[in-house]
């Protein structure tokens, strides 16, 4: 009879055992027979007795005393491990990471656009694909108008660097002085010889790097495009991991921390582009040579507070050498007279007061973000220390004034 055989005899081995009351599974290990043995038939039909409604798979039995030197020793080991492999994944990670976080922070800094555009009449949805488009269109026709000039007026610039050098050592002692001294024009010579071997390597290496900035840059294209849809999600996510009762104070300091990351970004690249503008304008009308490659110079590196527009203004005015010292020193004037405007107009207006941090904070900022993270960690470094900021002000000098 089903589930009948008595817990002392052992059943013949090929009765088949299927008892649901004696703890078998429909599903594993079908089909049970005596085969399996006197004292599993008797721990299935004990673990049958343990199951109940409450407790389905029998009441929990006793916790492991956490305080014995096993289970002390296991802990220690387990978090040296867990540490170890997280370090580990973090340093093979490290570039998709970064990848992340500067389509994490695009996004914020386009969530400003997309919130104004969204209305009861248009959804959010349709802002996203709007901002997304709008942005991609730009880019790319960025591309299309400025990388046909920039690739003969860097090719020119390679080739003729080395009479450059000497052209300027013969208008002018200081550096007929230095290229003495250091043997500039034929290092820039060796540079760029044109040795077959050296070439084919150049062209591989271009390649390469090409081929891996169009990837980075399809990556966060896409990953910006996913954060910026799902924008409130991850913003809902991010809050729920505070305590409900601490959660409308976060939610205040969050929004507070994105409105500044998002006023940053889009004002950085509008002041950038600004300053492009009118750094081509003024070298195109003094015949500075390469006036576009330049210019986008310039956007580049005025992306990075502090250092990026005086080294911009460095180069063009070595490049304006070329021509004449007047020129020279009135391209000098015009970058600090750039540099005027741009902290004491653009800024205000474009930027606003929404990142406040000081002028020490930033530097020390952009100094560890480029030696953490190159390039972009310089760009992000101001938002980053804004939000530090807030954050220490916020909540933990109002406790450290409590105690």
């Known amino acids: 009879m089903r589930g009948d055989h008595p817990e002392a005899a052992e059943p013949p081995p090929d009765a088949e055992v299927r008892s649901a009351e004696h703890g078998h599974s429909d599903v594993v290990a079908q089909p049970h027979t005596g085969a ?21 798979f029998g009441r929990p039995g006793r916790r492991f005393d956490r305080r014995s030197p096993f289970m002390v020793g296991l802990a220690g080991a387990a978090g040296v491990a867990v540490t170890y492999a997280g370090i580990q994944i973090l340093l093979a990670v490290g570039q998709v990471l970064i990848l992340i976080v500067v389509a994490l922070f695009l996004a914020i800094g386009m969530e400003p656009a997309v919130s104004w555009l969204v209305r009861p009449w248009f959804p959010r949805w349709a802002a996203v694909t709007t901002v997304f488009l709008i942005g991609i269109g730009l880019f790319a026709g960025f591309l299309a108008a ?34 003495d001294r250091y043997h500039l024009q ?52 991010i809050y729920r991991l505070f305590p409900n009762d601490r959660r409308p104070r976060a939610i205040l300091i969050g929004d507070e921390i994105f409105t500044k990351v998002g006023g940053y970004i889009l004002g950085n690249l509008l002041i950038s582009v600004i300053t492009a503008v009118l750094t081509f304008i003024w070298l195109l009308t003094f015949d500075v040579p390469y006036p576009l490659l330049l210019a986008v110079l310039v956007a580049l590196l ?13 180069v063009a005015a070595l490049v304006a050498l070329t021509v004449s010292v007047p020129i020279t020193i009135a391209t000098i004037v015009f970058f600090i007279v750039l540099r005027l405007l741009e902290d004491y107009l653009l800024v205000p207006r474009i930027i606003g007061r929404t990142v406040q941090v000081p002028a020490l904070v930033t530097v020390v900022s952009v100094l560890l973000g480029g030696a953490l993270l190159g390039i972009i960690g310089a760009l992000l470094a101001i938002p980053v220390a804004a939000a530090g900021l807030l954050i220490v002000r916020e909540t933990l000098l109002p406790s450290l004034d409590k105690r």
């Not at 003969?152 to 007929?176: C, E, K, M, W």
């Not at 990953?223 to 999600?233: D, G, P, R």
């Not at 502090?306 to 460095?314: H, L, M, N, P, R």
């Open 36 to 56: 399996e043995g006197g004292a599993i038939i008797d721990a299935e039909a004990r673990a049958a007795e343990a199951s109940s409604s409450e407790y389905p």
């Open 146 to 179: 400025a990388i046909p000039p920039l690739v003969t007026q860097g090719g020119a610039f390679i080739h003729n660097a080395p009479d450059y050098v000497s052209h300027l050592s013969q208008r002018y002692p200081f550096i007929h002085d230095l290229n």
């Open 186 to 237: 034929d290092r820039l010579q060796q540079t760029l010889g044109t040795d077959p071997s050296h070439v084919l390597g150049g062209v591989l290496d271009a390649g390469r790097e090409a081929f891996s900035i169009l990837s980075s840059t399809l990556i966060v294209a896409v990953l910006t495009a996913y954060f910026m849809a799902n924008f409130t999600q991850i913003r809902s996510s």
């Open 302 to 314: 005025d992306l990075i507070p502090i250092v990026g527009s005086t080294i911009a203004g460095v």
